[in-house]
């Protein structure tokens, strides 16, 4: 099995242009592609598995993965998923962003001579001069078409600005651009990339005539990757400062069952002969799929240290009666009780578990909250620092737990 038959098995193409191609070029190791990131924050997310595991993938297969940082592009914002306008990030934002990503990128990529290459789209698209770039590109893009893509079409009534309407054609650019200077030959990029990737395939036909090997491929063949970047309303950061190991494997750890052995196939390296007799578990069997998928997407990630680390702290909570030394851990100082006792909504709060005591006091009343595997009712629960000193674990819902000490 070649690597693009791979990638299909995996489920990780949803549409291309150019398959026998691309098929032949990929499989060969020629291929010279690039995905972009645009730096609106300063850590990879979840979200951005899929990208960061096909450039190793593929990379692995002998082709040269080209990762641009969207510099550039990030001054103005992809419409592509929003309702509205994203914020407006200044230039030492966007650059201290991308030194961010470039760190995170190169635990999954090897950098250097005939090997991955990392450009900033910010290093000709702010050189460009608008009537110029008019005249160049300009005449190349149907307004009739661009109004018809569906990156467009979710925001026409809550309305389009100019300045987010000129999204396609930057991003079209970058690839016409990565041709050109790079010998960048192919494009990879989200499902719902499909009609921006498609604007850059064809500005390089229409310029440089309909022999240029251009092709484009896109991954998530649904909304798996944003879903899988997200989890409460809180985005899941690759950087350990913001979602820690533990919390990371976490994740991925309580990820639906319906979703596990699809996560499994697309995210991880393990074989595709082992992923296959996967198939057919069902019942207790996902809960071992999802601590396969979870330790090996935080070794990934974190390294297989952490990743032990996290296994043995979860395996605490679900198995009992293992060593949760591991597992994240606030410790209380005599500053944060009164009278000796301190309450539970306090301990939440401290821990950034929960953003208010209202939001606290609601998840206690449903049910949601349990101190060493106790349900609580009372939301003037307290405790103290004898029934501290141990060490107590508090849950909230299924997913979230931390150690309290003294």
């Not at 690597?3 to 291929?31: P, S």
């Not at 990879?44 to 002998?62: D, V």
């Not at 790079?182 to 005539?209: A, H, P, V």
């Not at 690759?238 to 990820?255: C, G, H, I, M």
Request: glycine share 8%.
């Amino acid at each position: 099995m070649g690597v693009y038959e791979e990638l299909v098995e995996r489920g990780l193409i949803a549409q291309v242009t150019n398959e026998e191609e691309i098929r032949e070029m990929v499989n060969a190791g020629k291929a010279k592609f690039y995905i972009g990131f645009d730096c609106t924050a300063d850590s990879l997310t979840a979200g951005h598995f899929m990208a960061l595991t096909l450039m190793k993938r593929l990379q692995e297969a002998g082709n040269q993965p080209i990762a641009l940082i969207g510099g550039g592009t990030t001054m103005i914002g992809d419409p592509s998923g929003r309702s509205d306008m994203r914020k407006m990030l200044t230039r030492e934002d966007i650059d201290h962003n991308a030194e961010c990503f470039r760190k995170q990128m190169e635990r999954f990529i090897e950098f250097g001579e005939d090997k991955a290459i990392m450009v900033n789209n910010a290093d000709w698209l702010l050189d460009l001069n608008y009537v110029e770039l008019l005249r160049e590109v300009g005449t190349c893009f149907s307004v009739n078409n661009m109004l018809r893509a569906e990156c467009y079409k979710q925001r026409m009534e809550k309305g389009l600005s100019f300045f987010e309407f000129n999204y396609m054609i930057m991003q079209s650019y970058d690839f016409y651009y990565l041709f050109q200077n790079y010998g960048c030959n192919m494009q990879f990029g989200g499902d719902d990339q499909w009609s921006n990737m498609l604007g850059g395939t064809e500005l390089i036909r229409k310029k440089l005539g309909k022999d240029a090997h251009a092709m484009t491929i896109t991954l998530l063949t649904d909304s798996q990757g944003r879903k899988m970047g997200k989890t409460a309303g809180n985005a899941v950061w690759l950087d350990a400062e913001k979602t820690s190991p533990y919390d990371f494997y976490q994740y991925w750890r309580n990820v639906e069952d319906a979703d596990v052995l699809k996560c499994i196939r697309m995210l991880t390296f393990l074989p595709m002969e082992e992923i296959r007799k996967m198939d057919s578990w069902e019942g207790a069997q996902l809960n071992t799929a999802k601590e396969i998928l979870a330790f090996e997407l935080t070794k990934l990630v974190h390294g297989e240290e952490e990743a032990l680390k996290a296994q043995t702290a979860a395996r605490a909570l679900f198995a009992g009666g293992a060593d949760d030394s591991n597992m994240p851990t606030t410790q209380l100082t005599d500053e944060d009780f009164e009278d000796g006792k301190i309450t539970v909504l306090s301990m939440m709060v401290k821990a950034e578990m929960i953003k208010s005591n209202g939001e606290g006091r609601r998840l206690i009343q449903q049910g949601g909250v349990t101190v060493d595997d106790k349900k609580i009712s009372d939301v003037f629960t307290s405790l103290t620092k004898d029934e501290i000193a141990e060490g107590v674990i508090v849950k909230k819902g299924k997913k979230v737990f931390r150690k309290f000490t003294l």
